[in-house]
């Protein structure tokens, strides 16, 4: 397993435990794990959200993420929060796209009266609000605890983890491969790509085509609680991810929802970004924004139609993706590690898939050759 953010912790314990007995060793190229994008997300559960595809793994998620097995944490991990969406007079046909998306939900989307919207998040300057939408049954997700749960249970089935162990290059080796790292040789009979922003740098270092992955900055900072109770208010956002704020303990979390292509990098803020998200926010809030108190980026990564990547290469079978995450890799993480546990050695999709057709989460549909 290449990898130690939530794709690859998840995917690890999901194979382990689908397939006792298999000998699983996760490589993380930095000392500790979580360090690139999973510990840099906005940490929300938000059914409806991204492709078609990537909601079968949001959905085959949800139960466990509400109803986490015991032995695997120590409190529940996600906590509830409203999600509203406002939009200008001109986005009002995203706003009808919006709504029609969620109605299919288990607690589906509903507009909402400008007036409702103020209730929901009061700094909004009403005269810019056309209309609003209310997404009820989202949540807060412990990302930490959540990554350390897929851990705690990898580990107890006897999986091992590797940190400052970077795969640098992978050969053929017989039926299987020999992988050289940073800590040494390893050889391997399956190689899992949970690289992130990586994924396509360590397939062609594998001697594996790449299938196009965009790694994509995101900024997100936080500032100073306005001062007054937040009891209550919704996660807002603009229909066209030109902002969102969402309210988190004495602070506020804003990002400017930015998406600038990047090579894979550390990614860090651009002083830019953030004064540009400020001026948004002041825009369209009373909130009043003059001083950051932190502020980050992270990459989401997409695959050409920004649905994830999941299962054997089709010409490789023993070199298995698990990429394309995107902006949603935390809420599809159970979802996205049961798909490759299903795949990884030639099975179908279990049952917790109700029948959906996974297809546009199969890595062959980026190669079009013979
Ligand atoms: C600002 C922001 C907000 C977000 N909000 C949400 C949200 O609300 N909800 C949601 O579900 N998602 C959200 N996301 C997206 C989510 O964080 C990502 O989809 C997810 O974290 C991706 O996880 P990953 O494991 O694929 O990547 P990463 O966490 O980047 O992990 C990849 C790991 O692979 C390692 N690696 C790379 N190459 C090698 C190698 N050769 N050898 C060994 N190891 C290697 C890297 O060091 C890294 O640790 C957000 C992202 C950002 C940036």
Known sequence: MIGGGIAGVSAAYHLVEAHPGADVLLLEAEPVLAHHTTGRSAAILLENLSTVPNRILTRASVDFLYDTPEDLVDAPLLSPRTVMTVCSEEQSDEMDELLAEGRLLLSPTVELTVDEA???????????????????????????????????????????????????AATPDGDGW???????????????????????????????????????????????????????????AEIGHNWYVKHDGEQMLCSLGDETPSEPCDAKPEELDVALAIERINEATTLGIRSVNSAWAGLRTFTPDRSLAIGPDPDEPSFVWCVGQGGCGIQTSRGAGLLLADLALGGEPSTIFGGADVSGLLPGRFRTHG
């Open 118 to 168: 103020m209730g929901y998040f009061p700094p909004l300057r009403r005269e810019l609000i056309h209309r609003a939408a209310l997404e009820p049954d989202c949540a807060d997700v412990d990302v930490g605890a959540l990554h350390q749960a897929y851990v705690r249970g990898f580990r107890r089935a006897g999986g091992q983890i590797a940190t400052s162990a970077r795969m640098d």
């Open 178 to 236: 020999s992988l050289d790292t940073t800590d040494g040789n390893v050889g391997a009979d399956v190689i899992v790509n949970a690289a992130g922003a990586w994924g396509d740098i360590v397939a062609a270092s594998a001697g594996v085509e790449p299938i196009g992955l965009q790694p994509c900055r995101r900024t997100a900072f936080m500032v100073d609680s306005p001062g007054c109770d937040t009891t209550g208010w919704a996660f807002a």
